[in-house]
């Protein structure tokens, strides 16, 4: 079965694995944790410098009625303390109606010589008695606020403590501790209204910003959506280039490597078409002359000549067999395989170039050329010994091509009694593998375009001119497919008819051992 009529399947392209997340998921998925972080912080301070500020004006108007009370105490002419106008204040203190408030004055005797003992007993001058005393004794005239528990009650007490001197009975003094409370409730609640609002203020500019990031990116991604729908409208052999205007900047160089991409394969369609149709007119002729040699030997009724014409067909045959393999080769050696060896070859340049001359040898001495061979490893080389002389990373097989493609066109247009010489030897790091002839050589100004496909060299005598175009193309293409190159310069033999002859080297990146 012809392999060229049944291709081998192409393999299914691997699945993609869908996005989970798009550009705005992301971008929410890394600004909100942030945005939020920073708007608790935010929000945290300004709570707690607010409920500073709370505390500092309810303590501050907790602390007047200590203070009016503390300067209407007074020691009578019979010695007792008083309270001077303790009514009013009173009033002043409850006029606000809130629950759980309480007012204290009490008072301790300080005998002369004695200092004040905390836990004496204590004589009630006004208010209701039992208000939880602070927990350290204050300093005189020093306002101090402390939270506690009355009645079962959260209360915040404001306590000042001062000394009054009975000037009656001098030596003799009184320690006043002045105490107002109230409930911390209407203070719970403003913290708690505060908190709210911040929170409430935080909620809603997190949702401007998602909203902002969600609206903003739909808006960048507005010119990439006109350009995914323009290239679902495309026919499948449009390769223009992708218009770039309009999309973000930061995309641009995405749809530059995409249309570098088309142009690539743009490129490569039209070499394609190009290769088809250069194949096309090369099968042509051989196939037109092989009919014709096929209908004149059917009718031709002489043995002899009828035996002539089928040895025509079969030369025949054989050029356009080597052609329609040349044209596989070329179509090999011009096209990247899809799966690449796993690991790099390591094989003998020297040993690939003299199987090539020792196949090529029958045919140079029919032609009456000698065709001679240089080792690598100079005259005493041993032929038993297994280790490479020029070991390359390199495809053997292809290799092989490219030696072959060289010696049968040195062969092909080296003029009978000729010489030509298969050289191998290496530089400072490379190996070469140089193949010369003493026929008519290249011009310098031609020789770059022999690589093209279907060139044939005009300067050549027409006896030689038989093959097709394509082996050094078919070289070229192996040689770089393998890290190599092929260069092309004069021979340098003086029996060329020229004075030149031509000297193609394939240079390839020596490995070391």
């Not at 999309?247 to 490569?268: F, Q, T």
Request: aromatic share 4%; charged share 20%; with cysteine.
């Amino acid at each position: 079965m012809d392999p060229q009529q049944h291709p081998p399947p192409t393999p299914p392209a691997p699945a993609t694995e869908p996005q989970r997340f798009g550009i705005r998921t992301r971008l929410l998925a890394l600004l909100l944790p942030g945005i939020v972080a920073l708007l608790a912080l935010d929000s945290w301070n300004d709570y707690r410098a607010l409920t500073d500020s709370l505390v500092v004006a309810y303590d501050q108007s907790l602390l007047e009625p200590v203070q009016a009370l503390a300067n209407g105490i007074v020691v009578a002419s019979d010695g007792s303390v008083r309270v001077q106008e303790p009514f009013s204040i009173q009033a002043m203190f409850e006029s606000t109606h809130l629950r759980y408030k309480y007012l204290h004055v009490g008072v301790q005797r300080i005998p002369k010589g004695e200092t004040l003992d905390v836990n004496a007993p204590e004589a009630t001058l006004m208010g209701v008695p039992g208000l939880p005393r602070p927990a350290t004794r204050p300093v005189d005239g020093t306002p101090v606020f402390y939270d506690a528990v009355h009645e079962q009650h959260p209360v915040r007490v404001a306590a000042l403590r001062q000394t009054v001197y009975d000037h009656v009975h001098p030596g003799v003094s009184y320690s006043v501790l002045i105490q107002a409370a109230e409930g911390t409730g209407p203070r719970t609640e403003a913290q708690a209204e505060s908190l709210r609002q911040e929170l409430l203020r935080d909620t809603r500019m997190v949702l401007v910003m998602a909203l902002l990031v969600w609206l903003g990116v739909a808006w960048t991604l507005r010119p990439l959506e006109r350009l995914r729908r323009s290239l679902r409208e495309r026919s499948r052999d449009d390769l223009k280039p992708l218009d770039a205007s309009g999309v973000p900047k930061e995309v641009v160089p995405l749809v530059d490597a995409v249309n570098h991409h088309i142009a690539g394969h743009r490129r490569m369609v039209a070499e394609q078409s190009q290769f088809l149709a250069d194949a096309s007119h090369q099968l042509r002729t051989p196939l037109s002359i092989l009919s014709i040699q096929a209908g004149y030997a059917v009718r031709e009724t002489d043995p002899a000549r009828m035996r002539e014409s089928l040895h025509a067909i079969v030369a025949q045959l054989a050029r356009t067999r080597r052609l329609s393999e040349q044209l596989l080769a070329l179509a090999h050696a011009t096209t990247e395989d899809e799966v690449a060896p796993a690991e790099p070859t390591v094989v003998d340049l020297n040993a690939i170039a003299r199987a090539v001359v020792l196949e090529y040898l029958p045919l140079a001495r029919e032609n009456d050329q000698d065709l001679g061979w240089v080792d690598a490893r100079g005259g005493g080389a041993d032929e038993d010994d297994d280790t490479p002389a020029l070991p390359v990373t390199a495809n053997a097989a292809e290799l092989h091509e490219v030696l072959a493609n060289l010696v049968h066109n040195a062969i092909k247009y080296t003029p009978r009694g000729g010489n030509i010489t298969v050289t191998v030897r290496r530089d400072a790091s490379s190996a070469l593998a140089e193949v010369c002839d003493s026929g008519p050589g290249i011009a310098p100004e031609r020789r770059e375009s022999v690589f093209e496909r279907f060139h044939r060299d005009p300067a050549v005598n027409a006896g030689a001119a038989h093959g097709a175009g394509l082996g050094l193309t078919i070289a070229r293409g192996y040689a770089r497919r393998n890290g190599g190159e092929i260069e092309l310069d004069s021979a340098g033999m003086p029996e060329s008819p020229t004075g030149g002859g031509l000297r193609a080297t394939l240079r390839l990146p020596l490995r070391a051992v």
